[in-house]
């Protein structure tokens, strides 16, 4: 990123816990990040594809964490449709998941996943995750368009 400029985050998570770990993380780091939440798949394809007047202005996002275990869309869903789309595949999408499945693993990465990450289960283990992944992306380059 190595810019100025705030990142702009979507994360797609369904568990309040876990977005609030992901909160705390992204508040302690150096990047500045502008964080947008959706809580199931359904939602991240309105945001993404801007399908709803309330998502008429929403922003395209530098970075999408994505958990796969989603209501409404399954997480694997969302990420085909987003690497399906020329306007959107672009975009880094780092699948976080409890789930440690190889076919989920697979699938995500053969859909495009930039990487593939489990959920700790000890909540500061997951603020490390989080705020590893933060320091990796405020280094990496990524394509604006």
Known sequence: ML?????????????????????????????????????????????????KSEY???PRPDLILLDLNLPKVDGL???????????LRRIPVIVLTISEHEQDMIRAY????????NKPVDSKDFERLIQTVQDYWRIARIPTE
Request: glycine share 2%; charged share 40%; net charge negative.
């Open 77 to 87: 869903d969302v990420l085909a449709k987003i690497k399906e789309d020329d306007k």
């Open 56 to 58: 008429e202005d929403a």
């Open 3 to 51: 810019s100025q400029e705030k990142m702009k985050v979507l994360v797609v998570e369904d568990n309040a816990d876990d977005i609030a770990i992901i909160k705390r993380a992204m508040r302690k780091s150096e990047m500045k990040c502008e964080l947008y939440f959706a809580r199931d798949g359904e939602e991240a394809i309105d945001f993404l594809w801007h399908n």
């Open 110 to 117: 053969d859909s495009g996943a930039a990487s593939y990450m």
